[in-house]
């Protein structure tokens, strides 16, 4: 089961790849200035995931007006996750966490997915400015999409 509401969010830092090259994301970085979104999803180039990430890109609006920074992590490689974005034209920010170090701290594996090893499970927590979890959720299988309108919900209760 993910952290729940209350917690502090564990933060951490993680490569994302760009025009410009591999670049740093660290969580605490929007702490004090706006809310996160964290998506963790399984895989690129799957159908639910391209499914959930085109859905959310495209309607990014929606969070930036709620003063929402949206990511996307996935235990995909970095160089993946952007063929995967311009093939797709996702457009949040793609997090790589091969090492599976935010998916464990953050307590949401899916042990053996299809056989082929530990992803993501899929899993959508809102972080408030302050670094707490304020909205967690994990799917019943990696089929299933988060609720967004919760997560909006949630989004639209912080200032």
């Known amino acids: 089961m993910p952290l729940k509401i209350g917690t502090s969010a564990p933060d951490f830092t993680l490569k994302t790849k760009t025009a410009q090259g591999l ?3 660290k969580l605490s970085d929007n702490f004090g200035k706006r809310n996160t979104v964290l998506l963790f999803f399984p895989l690129a180039f799957t159908g ?3 499914t959930e990430m085109c859905s959310v890109s495209g309607g990014i609006s929606a969070y930036e007006s709620l003063n ?3 990511y996307g992590i996935s235990v995909d490689s970095p160089f993946a996750q952007e063929a995967w ?7 949040i920010k793609l ?3 091969l ?6 701290a953050y307590d949401v594996v899916f042990p053996g997915l299809a056989g082929i090893g530990d992803t993501a499970a899929r899993a959508a927590v809102v972080i408030d400015k302050a670094g707490n ?8 299988t990696p089929k299933d999409l988060p609720d967004f309108e919760a997560v909006k919900a949630a989004l639209a209760k912080l200032k």
């Open 23 to 25: 670049e740093d994301v």
């Open 48 to 50: 639910v995931c391209t």
């Open 68 to 70: 929402a920074a949206v």
């Open 85 to 91: 974005a311009q093939k797709e034209k996702i457009a």
């Open 95 to 97: 997090l790589s966490d």
């Open 99 to 104: 090492n599976k170090t935010v998916i464990k």
């Open 133 to 140: 979890i304020v909205h967690v959720e994990q799917t019943p």
